[in-house]
């Protein structure tokens, strides 16, 4: 069973940047696709954005292309979420998530993860 243990999220003026990461423990990081999500209130938990058990492979949420990077290091079982240009609208409880890789491949549905972090929280002010 991996842990996985959010940080980075805060209070950021729009127009800012933060750079959130995920460290995993318990098993071998580098088998795990992995994922960034939000939930914002009132709202269903969507993907932000997925990578890859390498990191050769990602995807983004058209709301967010351009403006959000996922990478990871597998050496120290971190993935990082690097935010720029936050918007009001990116206001949410972001969350890591993760599941077992057989293929080379991200995935995007929330149900495809078994295992979740607690959340961070990130609040964009206008």
Known sequence: ????????????????SLRLSCVASGRT????????????PGKERDLVAAI???????????AVKGRFTISRDNA?????????????????VYYCAAKIAILESYYTPANQYPHWGQGTQVTVSS
């Open 76 to 92: 120290k079982n971190t993935v990082y979420l690097q935010m720029m240009s936050l918007q009001p609208e990116d206001t949410a």
């Open 1 to 16: 069973q991996v842990q996985l243990q959010e940080s980075g999220g805060g209070l950021v003026q729009a127009g800012g």
């Open 29 to 40: 990081f580098s088998g795990y696709a992995m994922g960034w999500f939000r939930q914002a």
């Open 52 to 62: 890859s058990k390498s990191g050769r492979s990602t995807y983004y949420a058209d």
